[in-house]
């Protein structure tokens, strides 16, 4: 079984999209509802709706891609309403709503209208946008993160973890373990896209997006050893309370293998969604499968974050 929990809650697979990948509208959430992923994480929704930043914004390469995608979105209210329609149909399976503010005033907002919507499901507050314009990621500044967490949990009751970018430094990874030891946090997913990287064009001598002169979010194959590194540095210093969930290069059986051996309870597919769309979800489930089979594993956690060291 690829079954798996967070939050206490149950989900038939470890397998889900990543926020922003087939998450925008109903029409997107409706079809991954009824893939073979173990649920949907929606676009996050910000305060009011978003066009977002001026395309080309996303553009795939051989082994990954690059986005300035600019936080399109439909408004948090919007995903709320779909969501507590699929909870109507008093189904268990739960979902996950992401959600991003542009200051703490703004989180606790989106948080009091979840609150007040009676939402069942794990809010993803996201804390790693590396793409609207003049707004820094908020997950690299350690003490407005420590501010946003402590506001957070005094008006917030549900399950609710946090989106991280990546960290590239052992000391930040104990700063912010440190941080994030001190809350009640569901679980953290790591990692957003790594910010700002430049993809070029040699024959146009040229960007492939738009925004921020061709700077952009990186994912795909590029990012696997970073995400890699960030899920099992916290695993091995968070409160084994807060559960992980690998996002990051993930485009066959053998990425969600690694992701869980290095301690995630649950994987996210972004680029490689982007590439192949819903159907991804079968295959990445078989091929997990076969490969637990291989290894005489029958679920998650005969394996998950045993990951050996020489
Ligand atoms: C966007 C990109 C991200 O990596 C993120 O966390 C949120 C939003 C975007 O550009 O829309």
């Known amino acids: 079984s690829t079954a798996t929990s967070i939050a206490q809650q149950k989900f038939n697979n470890c397998i889900m999209n990543a926020s922003g990948v087939w998450c925008s509208d ?26 977002g930043n001026p395309s080309p914004r996303y553009f795939e390469t051989s082994w990954g891609s690059i986005n300035s995608m600019g936080l399109p979105n439909r408004g948090l209210d919007y995903y709320l309403d779909f969501v507590q329609k699929l909870q109507q149909q008093k189904r268990q399976k739960h979902y996950f709503i992401s959600c991003t503010g542009f200051n703490v005033q703004e989180d606790l907002l989106l948080l009091k209208k979840i609150t007040d919507a009676d939402f069942k499901g794990i809010v993803e507050l996201n804390l790693s946008c590396p793409n609207v314009p003049g707004k820094p990621q908020t997950g690299y500044d350690f003490a407005t993160v420590d501010m946003i967490l402590k506001n957070v949990f005094e008006n917030y009751a549900g399950p609710l973890g946090v989106k991280l970018p990546p ?58 050893p970073t995400a890699l590194a960030n899920v099992h540095a916290f695993y091995q210093r968070l409160d084994p309370k807060i559960q992980i969930i690998g996002t990051g290069g993930i485009k066959n059986g053998q990425d969600v293998f690694e992701h869980i051996l290095c301690g995630a309870s649950m994987v996210q597919v ?34 998950k974050g045993k990951l050996k060291y020489l």
Request: hydrophobic fraction near 35%; charge should be negative.
């Open 26 to 51: 109903e029409k997107e959430l409706t079809i991954i509802d009824n893939s073979a992923a173990g649920t949907f994480v929606t676009k996050s929704g910000t305060l009011q709706p978003r066009e």
């Open 167 to 224: 960290y590239f430094d052992i000391v930040h990874f104990n700063q912010m373990a440190q941080i994030l030891n001190k809350y009640p946090l569901a679980y953290i997913n790591c990692v957003n896209s790594i910010g700002n990287g430049l993809y070029i064009d040699d024959e146009k001598e040229q960007v492939v997006i738009k925004p921020k002169n061709g700077f952009g979010g990186i994912g795909g194959d590029y990012i696997k």
């Open 270 to 303: 972004g680029t490689a969604l982007m590439k192949e769309g819903p159907d991804i979800f079968e295959r990445l489930t078989q091929e997990l499968k076969t490969i637990m089979q291989a290894k005489g594993y029958s679920k998650i956690a005969d394996f």
